[in-house]
Structure formats: C-alpha cells, structure tokens
C-alpha cells in the first residue's frame, strides 16, 4: 500500500516530540511490512532526520507570528502532495488545529484521497472564538469527512465527538517498539529525569520542587530536565538560582528519535504534567525500561496503575516525592514495574499492535472507495434501526442523516432513553444532524430543514428517504435529484393509518412516492397502501420490518435458562407508549374476562396516560394483577421476555408494531390488533393471534395461548436485518459492482528526502 503520513514539524530542539515520534514509529514499522511509505513534515532546516525504508520530504517552515505550532506552514507540501497524488492510496494526518495540518486534510479531500486524523489529544472542545470560528468553517467539515478520526481514549473519542459528532471515530494504540537499555554502574548515583516540553501544562516547577524535597530528606540522587523552551525556562531557571543546594540540571532539548535513549540513562522518569491525553514519553519510559511516576490527570494513568507499571500520583511535589524515594529505595518494587511496563509495551502499547490497527482502517477505507455511497435520511436514530444500518454499511459507504438532535430528543417525554442517542457512540457507519426547525402536532414532528444544494450530495449515488410528511424530506429529495443521485421512499403506513385519504394532502403524498425512482416498503400492507395510491408496481421493493431478532432470540433463551419460571400464571405483556391510539386499556380490561382470573399484566413504557391508566387499575380491582414498570432500554427485553408467555398488542392504529417482531423472536405467543401494520406480515406464523381491539376479542385469544411453551423455531427468525438491508441495496444501487478489487496494494520502498529541505 502507498501511504503517506504527515506531521507538523520536525526540528532540532524536538518541540513537536510525541506526534512525530508516533509518526516515525509509525512509518518504520509500515516499511518493515513491505509498504511504499513517505513521511511529510515541516522543518527547521537543521535536523537530519532518516527512516529506515521511508521516504522523508521535508520542507521549511513558516511560523505565523505569535501562532506557536498552530501557525506553522509549508505550501511546498500542498505541491508535492498534488504532483504525487496519483501514487498515493491514503494520507494519514497527524492533526491538531495547525495550518498545515488543515491545509494537508483539505487539499487530501479535493484530491479525492481517504484521509485519515490522529488528533493525539489536541483537537479537543475549545469555546475560545478563534478556535470555534475554525471549528466551524474548517476543523468540522474535515472530522465528518474523514476516512478515520484516530484517537488513544475515551476521554479523546468524547471530545472530538464534541467538536464534531458526524466524525467517524476510531480507537487506536500509540505504539513503540521495546528499547534495550544500556548497561549501568550500580554504584553510580540515581538520575531522576523530565523530559518534556518546558510548557505551563507540563508542569517542570512541580518536578523541581519535588528535587528540593527529596534534596532535603537527604534522597542521594541528581535530577535532570530535558526539553525545548515554551514557557517555563525563565521560572526554572530562576528556582535553579534560588536553590543551589538541589543537585538539578537543565540539559536542553533532544533531537526527536533521541528521547528513548535519553529516558533509558536514567533510573526514574517523571512526568507532573495535568491534561495528558496520552503521553508518548511516558511510552518511551517504559519501552526504555525507566520506572515512570506520572499524575492521576493522565489518559492512561488508570491503565498503567492497574497493570502495576507506573506509580500515579496527585501530581503535588510532596506525593510524587514520596513516590520516587519509594522507587529509589526499593529495587524489587521498581524493577517489578519496570517488568510490568515492557510486558504492556511488548503487548497492548506495541507498535505492532498499534499498526495491525491502524492497518485495517487504511484497508477498510480503500475498500469503502470502491462502494457506493449512500445517504438515509431520517428522524431519529431508532435502536432498532441500527442492526439494519449496521448491515447496510458492510455494502455500501453509509451516512445517515438525522433530523432531530439528542438535545432536542430530551426535550420531550417520548418513551426513549439514552439508546437512542448517537453522541460518543462507534458505528461503522457515519451521522450527521441536519439543522432542523420542527413544528409539533400531537405525536408528529413536521422538519423544516435549510436549502440543501447539491454538494451536500456530490458523489452519491442513492439517497433513502425516510418519509414524505416533512418539509425537509422534500428538500432532500430535490437535492438528491439535482445531483443525480437515486432517490428511493421508504413508507411504513397502510391505508388504516392513512390521515389523509382526499384533497391537497392526499395528493402531495400520491405525486412525492410516483415520482420518486423506488420506494421500499416494510411489509404486504404498506405494499398495499402504495398500490392504492397508483404507485407503478415496478418501482416497489417489498421487504420485511426487521429487529435484531437472532440476538433477542439468543438472550431471551439465556435468560430463561437463567430464570426459570415457577408460577403457574398466564403472565401477559404489554410494550408501548401510554397513549390513546395503543389502547392499553383495552388489554387491562381484557384480563377481567372469565377464564382469566389467573392472568398477570406488565406494562412496559411511559406516556401521559399514566395517571389515566393508574386509577383504571385501581377501578377494576386490579393492583395485584397489573403492574406498570415505567420505560426500558431495549436492550433489557430479552429479560421481559423470558418471564413472560404473551405480548398484547391492542393499537387502535400503528403503522408496524416492531415490538412484534422482537416477542415473536422471544419465543411468545402474540395477540397482535387487526390494525397494526405487521398483522398481515405475521399472519398464520406459530403462536400469533390476529382480532379486533376490543377486550372480548383480546380475552378470547388469550384463552388459547399456549402457556409455558415458548415458541422454539419462530418463522420470523428468518426476517434479519441482513435481509432487510439487502432489500434497500436492491433499490438503492441496483446496478452498482461491489465486486471490484480494492487499491490496497504492495508498492517498492523508496528513498529518504532531499536534503535541500524542499519536497521532490
């Protein structure tokens, strides 16, 4: 594979120490496998900076003044990343919000290149007004169109999915390879080292005034500070005047590369610094074989205390002073870390790891250039959506399109929890929120989106549109048109749920699915429906609703195997939302009926018929039978489900009833209405019972319920989101060739840079 990374700087002093040590690890270790890799960075015009099997173009900085890393530029890069463009498979940036790391990103996407960002820590939210202004015009825009946003944490993947929660993050290792440690006098005297950047964050005072403490409980040991100036020089400088008596010493910087050899001369290395995302020299320490002392304020820091390989500390001179005496004095305890550390080096924190990572984003990227690309436009980020988006993915590149915000989710009281948010969470496809006003009428959202033109939609080649009674769904779909993109319905409703079956609005509705160039639908009434309002038959792709129904099916079993039941009741559930159009009253009043004075009733869900529903209870002398639980995650059915027999479904009107489909996957018998859109998909299947909303109707299916014997082989096991998801790639991208070999290839290793400075 052809790859090329990119770095700020490389220079002398070693001032951009982590990122490029990352990156030249990086790009060492890709070469040892064979791959044609180039390293681009800025320059100081002084460091002589060679990696094995990798072809470095440097090219002489310019600093913005005043601007520090985040000014740094070198156009001479944009060049040469255009005149090789044609040899390169991916761009892997090392980023924060520098110029030129933008300016490499961006020049990346225009040329079409998968581009990937390890941010390392550094773009993180930033309320500042110059970072929320580049923010929005530049960092954004690169985060959502990124190949990968690499990042070391959870703590990092939550701040870029701050910044930016359209980005596709990805958790990768900072790797380094293990570093055989010098022979040492064991009679020479104890070195306590910093290396770092003298940065206020770093915190090289705290270090010096740990020295002072040791110095004066009489530790012999002498202490050393490495590291370019960026701030605290002056300060150091002055304690060193101010305290002759401490046996500490400033040595300057390290050229990059240089910092492992460095730590490895030395017995302890210390680290005081506080926002640590994932400090490369404290790799370098334990890579080295240095026992290391950090602060609790480090990204790591919990994973090192726990594999017993660094001793954390509050970051306060006297704690990590009691720190360091305790390493110095106990030679058994800091070889015993030492060991830890090079295991976790050897292991997690190996570079070998970290490439073996970062490798498969770089093939899934190059896979994803040869997929078509597809936008599904949609209200909410439904939990039971997801299996199906998940499947689609594996396709087809797939962004999905959100009309409502997780903010504005927790505004109403609508039977949805934290599992319908998509904020921090890893998909292997992308999301975006559109900004949308919205207009409430009862249940409905009506989204009013800005104008969309083209570009939004350049190079995609379907759009799926998750509805017609918005605003902002006809703004999609003109744009789509206006790109050329396909432009695929997906409808739900069948003629019982039909508001509007005359005037305006029937007719809008009738001209939006016929124009489109196919409309998908979950089932045979919604099918029905379409045909009825004259849709060519042509264009209709019939599917089947889907839930993630082999995982209910699993744990549901698990959970019985688990929990046997011992009662002997008919124990009937219900799931739904607590309003009128459910009709759980329906159901409640169902159990009254004779032959049922044995039944127990769970209500899963909330709404603003709770009150309502509660005293209905108590009117019927049904406390002890009925018992409303409130909401649950999704993922707690399978629970539900295996301590009970039956789910009722009463709704008066629904569109599908998916919760139909997960009871059914559960192994329960379901009394479904006559009304509700999966009726006639599930009709005549083991243990369903189709009757009208009504209480007798209800209670007389229930007589007939099978108690105890769950369902063992559903039908509707075979209705997956792989299958459902297949459906929409039909009429999404009919005639588009998944089969085409991906540009993931081998390519001859090339030669290091020239020495002008300037790229080739």
């Known amino acids: 594979m052809r790859i090329v990374q990119t770095v700020t700087l490389a220079s002398e002093d070693g001032a951009f120490g982590g990122p490029l040590a990352v990156a030249i690890a990086q790009c060492r270790e890709l070469a040892r496998r064979g791959h044609d890799v180039t390293l681009l960075a800025a320059w100081d015009a002084k460091l002589e900076l060679t990696i094995p099997g990798v072809r470095v173009v440097l090219a002489r900085g310019?600093?913005?003044?005043?601007t520090g890393f985040s000014g740094v530029r070198a156009p001479s890069l944009l060049k040469w990343l255009d005149q090789n463009r044609h040899q390169i498979d991916v761009v892997h940036v090392h980023a924060g919000r520098h110029a030129l790391d933008l300016e490499l990103a961006s020049r990346a996407r225009q040329l079409g290149l998968p581009y990937f960002l390890q941010t390392h820590g550094m773009i993180m939210p930033n309320r500042g007004p110059l970072a929320r202004v580049l923010d929005r015009t530049v960092t954004r825009p690169l985060l959502r169109s990124a190949a990968a946003v690499l990042v070391l944490t959870e703590a990092e993947a939550s701040g870029i999915h701050?910044?930016?929660?359209?980005?596709?993050?990805?958790?990768?290792?900072?790797g380094l390879a293990l570093f055989e440690r010098p022979d040492r006098d064991d009679a020479a005297r104890p070195e306590v080292l910093f290396l770092a950047r003298l940065h206020p964050r770093k915190r090289v005072l705290a270090f010096a005034e740990m020295a002072a403490v040791l110095a004066g409980q009489g530790v012999d040991a002498r202490f050393s500070v490495v590291g370019p100036d960026e701030g605290d020089l002056a300060e150091l400088e002055r304690f060193l005047q101010a305290n002759p008596h401490v046996p500490l010493t400033y040595e300057g910087a390290v050229s990059p590369g240089d910092g492992a050899a460095r730590t490895a001369r030395a017995d302890v290395y210390v680290l005081p610094s506080h926002g640590e995302v994932f400090p490369v020299s404290v790799l370098e320490a334990l890579a080295a074989g240095t026992a290391v002392v950090l602060t609790n304020d480090c990204g790591i820091a919990e994973r090192l205390d726990a594999a017993e390989a660094a001793s954390?500390?509050?970051?306060?001179?006297?704690d990590l002073a009691a720190r360091v005496a305790h390493l110095l004095t106990n030679a058994a305890a800091r070889e015993q870390q030492v060991r830890n550390g090079r295991a976790l080096i050897a292991g997690e924190f190996g570079i070998r790891a970290a490439i073996d990572g970062i490798y498969d984003h770089y093939v899934a990227a190059l896979e994803r250039e040869n997929r078509p690309s597809i936008v599904w436009v949609t209200n909410q980020a439904a939990p039971y959506r997801i299996p199906v988006w998940e499947a689609l993915a594996e396709q087809v590149n797939l962004e999905i399109w959100l009309l409502e915000s997780d903010q504005k989710l927790h505004r109403d009281r609508n039977n949805r929890g934290a599992d319908w948010e998509v904020r921090g969470r890893e998909f292997n496809f992308s999301v975006r929120t559109l900004p949308t006003y919205a207009i409430h009428r009862g249940e409905a959202r009506h989204y009013i989106a800005g104008w969309l033109g083209r570009k939004p939609l350049k190079d995609v080649d379907g759009v799926l549109i998750g509805g017609w009674d918005s605003p902002a769904y006809w703004t999609v779909a003109r744009a789509a048109r206006k790109a050329g993109a396909r432009r695929i319905g997906f409808y739900e409703s069948h003629l019982l749920t039909q508001r509007n079956t005359g005037g305006p609005l029937a007719a809008a509705r009738r001209w939006f699915f016929r124009s489109l160039d196919g409309v998908v639908v979950p089932g045979v009434a919604a099918q029905e429906a379409l045909l009825h309002e004259g849709v060519d038959p042509g264009k209709i792709h019939l599917g089947f609703n889907?839930?993630?129904?082999?995982?209910?099916?699993?744990?549901?079993?698990?959970?019985?195997?688990?929990?046997?039941?011992?009662?002997?009741?008919?124990?009937?559930?219900?799931?739904?939302?607590?309003?009128e159009r459910k009709n759980i009253s329906e159901a409640i009043k169902a159990i009254r009926e004779p032959g049922l004075e044995n039944t127990m009733l769970t209500v899963v869900g909330t709404g603003p018929l709770e009150v309502e529903l509660t005293e209905l209870i108590d009117n019927l002398d049904l406390s002890d039978r009925v018992d409303l639980v409130g909401y649950l995650p999704g993922t707690m059915l399978p629970r539900v489900?295996?301590?009970?027999?039956?789910?009722?479904?009463?709704?008066?009107?629904?569109v599908w009833g998916l919760v139909v489909n997960e009871a059914l996957a559960g192994g329960l018998s379901v009394v479904v209405s006559d009304r509700a859109g999966v009726a006639s998909s599930v009709a005549g299947s083991t243990g369903v019972h189709q009757v009208e909303p009504t209480a007798p109707a209800i209670a007389e299916a229930l007589r007939s319920v099978a108690v105890k014997q769950p369902v063992a082989h559903p039908a509707i096991l075979e209705h997956t989101p792989d299958a459902?998801?297949?459906?929409?790639?039909?009429?999404?991208?009919?005639?588009?060739?998944?089969?085409?070999?991906?540009?993931a290839g081998g390519g001859e290793v090339s030669s290091t840079h020239d020495g002008s400075g300037e790229p080739r």
């Open 312 to 318: 954390v500390s509050d970051g306060s001179p006297a």
């Open 62 to 66: 310019r600093r913005i003044p005043g």
């Open 546 to 579: 889907a839930v993630d129904v082999q995982r209910i099916h699993a744990e549901t079993n698990l959970e019985r195997a688990r929990h046997p039941r011992t009662d002997d009741n008919l124990r009937l559930l219900v799931v739904s939302q607590l309003i």
């Open 162 to 174: 701050h910044v930016e929660p359209a980005a596709r993050v990805r958790t990768v290792g900072n």
């Open 641 to 654: 489900f295996a301590d009970h027999d039956a789910l009722v479904h009463p709704a008066l009107e629904e």
């Open 724 to 743: 459902f998801a297949r459906i929409f790639l039909s009429a999404l991208a009919p005639s588009v060739d998944l089969s085409e070999p991906s540009r």
